[in-house]
């Protein structure tokens, strides 16, 4: 697996977690840096396997950085960390295009479980993103109801311009998998082309 890259400020949580991924994947190639200009050339340079951003640690700086990395590496899995736990913060992530929020105070186990989830090709965030989406009268997830996780991320793909066959080989999957799930969306949100699939994915917000 290529190297892990953790944009946070040194604390012994940061220690921890750089160990427990090293442990997980079996190297020491855990890249650290804690400024997000750092974090961006080390992303842009190593291509890293996953990306932790504890965004509130930069204020906007960080959010920008999560849509940067995002543009630049959209194959790249990136989970975002904080140590604010209201409802906003994990709706600005998403809406940054992070694949997972996380809040680092319930623990480096926790941490541990969102980075499998989006390694995993899902999108992890806390229940209580939905109703807060629901709340602001998004429709990002309650509008959706009918697609899974991995229907989701395979629509914003799709929804970036990504092929069959580029998708296939971010997530892992075989092109034939991609064209069944293709399907299955568009079968799902009553539309006919890829055109009407993509404007569907901006008009709620799902790309940005």
């Not at 840096?33 to 906007?60: I, K, M, S």
């Amino acid at each position: 697996m290529p190297p892990t890259l953790i944009v946070d400020e040194p604390s012994r949580f940061r220690t921890l977690l750089c160990a427990e991924l090293a442990a997980e994947f079996d190297t020491d190639e855990v890249l650290e840096t804690d400024g997000v200009r750092e974090g961006y050339r080390l992303a842009r340079e190593h291509r890293p396997g996953l990306v932790l951003v504890d965004v509130e640690r930069f204020g906007n700086p960080g959010i920008d950085f999560v849509r940067r990395v995002v543009a630049t590496l959209p194959g790249v899995p990136l989970l975002v960390l904080s140590g604010n736990d209201t409802a906003q913060a994990p709706v600005r992530a998403l809406r940054a295009g992070a694949h997972g929020f996380v809040v680092k105070q319930r623990g480096v186990e926790e941490v541990m479980q969102a980075v499998r989830g989006v390694l995993s090709g899902y999108l992890v965030f806390p229940l209580q993103t939905l109703e807060t989406v629901r709340q602001l009268g998004e429709q990002q997830q309650a509008g959706l109801p009918r697609l899974s996780n991995r229907e989701i991320t395979i629509l914003q793909y799709l929804a970036r311009g990504h092929s069959n066959k580029s998708i296939a080989a971010q997530l892992l999957i075989s092109s034939k998998t991609v064209s069944t799930h293709k399907a299955n969306i568009m079968a799902k949100l009553h539309v006919g082309s890829l055109v009407e699939m993509v404007d569907y994915a901006r008009r709620h917000q799902l790309v940005w």
